[in-house]
T-cell receptor, first 115, second 114 residues
Framework: KQEVTQIPAALSVPEGENLVLNCSFT??????LQWFRQDPGKGLTSLLL?????REQTSGRLNASLDKSSGRSTLYIAASQPGDSATYLC??????????????FGKGTLLTVNP | KAGVTQTPRYLIKTRGQQVTLSCSPI?????VSWYQQTPGQGLQFLFE???????NKGNFPGRFSGRQFSNSRSEMNVSTLELGDSALYLC?????????????FGPGTRLTVT
């Protein structure tokens, strides 16, 4: 059974800092990994999607890496801003019985960027 | 292109009642998945529908059911509500069903059971 863990559960940093969020998963047989952002009481916004054959993806100040063999991914946020404050969720897509696939989520890292 | 929409956004029900939540996918998307999010358990997969057929199901009791219509809109039903069913219910749509298709999430329906 796939399990996804995110460390730390919460992080508070001053504006301008570079930071790293961690995600680990127990079954390395994944097809892709996705990082999401969730604002309080809202839905999920996809940030980056990394296919299993890729090592990293970049979008603006965000960079996500994937090491499938070790079951790890990191999300790097450069020059953090107060608007980055949100919960960041990591999810992996893997086989779920027969030929079906499902997303398994971590519980998220609550990020607060202080002005 | 409009995103995924969910109705209602907020709902308050009493234990023992039943509830139906609705999800309209992005135009052209044919797969709809449902998730439950609670502070204790996080985000958990409920089920996926594709072309009006349930493709995949998570580990939830039979009180949770769903269906999909020919226009790809989906409904989720929870019968005999329990206090523990209080959660944010999220719907996600993708173009087709399968591992390569990215899911796009709606804003969710906040269900409170009293």
């Amino acid at each position: 059974k796939q399990e996804v863990t995110q460390i730390p559960a919460a992080l508070s940093v001053p504006e301008g800092e570079n930071l790293v969020l961690n995600c680990s998963f127990t079954d390395s047989a994944i097809y892709n990994l996705q990082w999401f952002r969730q604002d309080p009481g809202k839905g999920l916004t996809s940030l980056l999607l990394i296919q299993s054959s890729q090592r990293e993806q970049t979008s603006g100040r965000l960079n996500a890496s994937l090491d499938k063999s070790s079951g790890r991914s990191t999300l790097y946020i450069a020059a953090s801003q107060p608007g980055d404050s949100a919960t960041y969720l990591c999810a992996v897509r893997s086989l779920s019985g027969g030929s079906n696939y499902k997303l398994t989520f971590g519980k998220g890292t609550l990020l607060t960027v202080n002005p | 292109k409009a995103g995924v929409t969910q109705t209602p956004r907020y709902l308050i029900k009493t234990r023992g009642q039943q509830v139906t939540l609705s999800c309209s996918p992005i135009s052209g998307h044919r797969s709809v998945s449902w998730y439950q999010q609670t502070p204790g358990q996080g985000l958990q997969f409920l089920f996926e529908y594709f072309s009006e057929t349930q493709r995949n199901k998570g580990n939830f009791p039979g009180r949770f059911s769903g269906r999909q219509f020919s226009n790809s809109r989906s409904e989720m039903n929870v019968s005999t509500l329990e206090l523990g069913d209080s959660a944010l219910y999220l719907c996600a749509s993708s173009l087709l069903s399968g591992r390569i298709y990215e899911q796009y999430f709606g804003p969710g329906t906040r269900l409170t059971v009293t």
